[in-house]
């Protein structure tokens, strides 16, 4: 492929992580997306279709998961597989299906470049093995020393990747604004949008509250009630209520409800402030 335009298939069931990848491919070279989907199913027709020479594949899709959806093409044209996504745990799995990188979102642009370029030489001789390659990949995302990751694959426990230091939120003019996550005060939902508080501006994500949660470190960010996450170092004050609920003081008198339900995580969050 070399001299090559890879011909690229982007697979997410996210709007704004698929202009995210796209707008950070667009600046490679040597790199033709041809097209763009939102589900496993979609995928799977468009690469019969089209044949592409690469995917970027998210793991955690409605209906098909990315898992299944590389399995499925594994049958047919097999194109090289790239995924993209926010879970480490899914690696041990990439693996065994012999993908050619594991990104974890938001992917720089220095990690996509490495990443092209190992797609690259997918129909060339390789001195690597596939699990040497990912290994590698997972230490570049990680800065986790080759033998712990060796010995993490032999263990069932999580690989302790970090957590995005930023978070990508579409501005008004549409341009992608990089939220430092740790700035974040306070997140509460409006159904599958995201009102994310910094200082006195408010983004608005297109996400559900789940996923937003498995993008922030736990050890900072705590769901306070089924819509609300706060960041603990912002928070000054706890007010117990009856009913074992709380009311949390933050900065700029904001008051937050604590749900009687997620009493646990305000537990954890005191805990987190001694």
């Keep these: 492929m070399s001299g090559m335009k890879l011909r690229t298939l982007l697979v997410d069931d996210e709007p704004l992580a698929l202009e995210g990848l796209r707008l950070r491919l667009a600046q490679l070279e040597g790199v033709e997306v041809v097209a763009e989907c939102d589900s496993g199913k979609e995928a799977i027709d468009e690469c019969a279709r089209l044949a592409p020479d690469l995917v970027f594949l998210d793991m955690d ?3 098909l998961s990315g898992l299944e959806v590389a399995e499925e093409l594994k049958q047919g044209a097999n194109p090289a597989i790239i995924f993209v996504t926010a879970h480490q745990e899914y690696a041990v799995s990439a693996l065994d299906l012999g993908a050619e990188d594991y990104l974890l979102k938001p992917a720089s642009l220095g990690r996509l ?3 092209v370029e190992r797609a690259r030489q997918k129909t060339g001789a390789l001195d690597d093995t596939v699990q040497e390659r990912l290994l590698t990949a997972l230490h570049d995302v990680s800065g986790i020393s080759m ?6 694959l032999e263990t069932d426990g999580p690989l302790p990747i970090p957590y995005p230091e930023k978070i990508a939120i579409k501005n008004s003019d549409n341009d992608i ?4 996550a740790r700035s974040i005060d306070w997140i509460d939902a409006a159904g599958d949008y995201m009102c994310i508080h910094v200082g006195e501006q408010t983004h608005i994500l297109r996400i559900t509250l789940k996923k937003l949660q498995q993008l922030l470190d736990p050890k900072l960010f ?5 819509s609300t996450i ?3 170092e912002r928070v000054q004050k706890i007010i117990p209520m009856r ?4 009311i949390l003081e933050l900065e700029g008198e904001i008051r937050l409800k604590a749900s009687r339900n997620y009493r646990d995580q305000v537990q954890a969050l005191k805990e987190s402030a001694r």
């Excluded at 604004?177 to 430092?180: E, G």
């Excluded at 009913?243 to 709380?246: A, I, L, S, T």
């Design 243 to 246: 009913n074992n609920e709380c």
């Design 222 to 226: 705590f769901r306070i009630h089924k």
């Design 230 to 232: 706060v960041n603990g």
């Design 147 to 152: 033998p712990e990751l060796q010995e993490w």
């Design 61 to 63: 899709m409605p209906g």
């Design 113 to 115: 470049r490495q990443a």
């Design 177 to 180: 604004v990089m939220v430092p």
